[in-house]
T-cell receptor
Framework: NAGVTQTPKFQVLKTGQSMTLQCAQD?????MSWYRQDPGMGLRLIHY???????DQGEVPNGYNVSRSTTEDFPLRLLSAAPSQTSVYFC????????????FGPGTRLTVL | GQQLNQSPQSMFIQEGEDVSMNCTSS?????WLWYKQDPGEGPVLLIA?????ELTSNGRLTAQFGITRKDSFLNISASIPSDVGIYFC????????????FGQGTTLQVKP
């Protein structure tokens, strides 16, 4: 059981470039989410999904897109990177909406120049 | 929207000392979660609390769900260097959703 995996671990982008952060889980979890972590601000929810084919916005969704074509994968897309998106990104998953104990991936550290 | 306020923001203590941190909210939570984040890693769940007044231990860690349901406390006894990290409280935004709200975190440093 690999748990929640994220790739890449580090990424540097130029302003305006696009990229996809990958997230996968092998625990058959229904619920997956993306957070960003900035100093002194804890973790803020970007987007989440309650199951394949269903996604919704979190607290800070602007500039990010997601899709959920399978239960296992939940990629996060940055369409046109901005310096304000420099952050550490975490993917998390849990069994179901009622299960609050989320499991986190190791994170992707993104720098936008 | 709902917010969780953690205090203190940071602590620098001597090995062997006890540590106490807390989390407060302006609204009621039906679940309190405490996570620890080691440097360069994702958060890992330490303790989950589901009932007002509940007191739960995990080794040297003890957490309590406040009776008003608007606060929670985490205590670490006899700290050791590997306790270093960021401790987050979290709670679900609404009943039966997986959407968590996180506090700002308490950064703990332990001097050997």
């Amino acid at each position: 059981n690999a748990g929640v995996t994220q790739t890449p671990k580090f990424q540097v982008l130029k302003t305006g470039q696009s990229m996809t952060l990958q997230c996968a889980q092998d625990m058959n979890h229904e619920y997956m989410s993306w957070y960003r972590q900035d100093p002194g601000m804890g973790l803020r929810l970007i987007h989440y999904s309650v199951g394949a084919g269903i996604t919704d916005q979190g607290e800070v969704p602007n500039g990010y897109n997601v899709s959920r074509s399978t239960t296992e994968d939940f990629p996060l897309r940055l369409l046109s990177a901005a310096p304000s998106q420099t952050s550490v990104y975490f993917c998390a998953s849990t069994f179901a909406q009622g299960q609050r104990e989320q499991f986190f991936g190791p994170g992707t550290r993104l720098t936008v120049l | 929207g709902q917010q969780l306020n953690q205090s203190p923001q940071s602590m620098f203590i001597q090995e062997g000392e006890d540590v106490s941190m807390n989390c407060t909210s302006s609204s009621i939570f039906n679940t309190w979660l405490w996570y620890k984040q080691d440097p360069g890693e994702g958060p890992v769940l330490l303790i989950a609390l589901y009932k007002a007044g509940e007191l739960t231990s995990n080794g040297r860690l003890t957490a309590q769900f406040g009776i008003t349901r608007k606060d929670s406390f985490l205590n670490i006894s006899a700290s050791i260097p590997s306790d270093v990290g960021i401790y987050f409280c979290a709670g679900p935004e609404a009943i039966n959703t997986g959407k968590l709200i996180f506090g700002q975190g308490t950064t703990l440093q332990v001097k050997p």
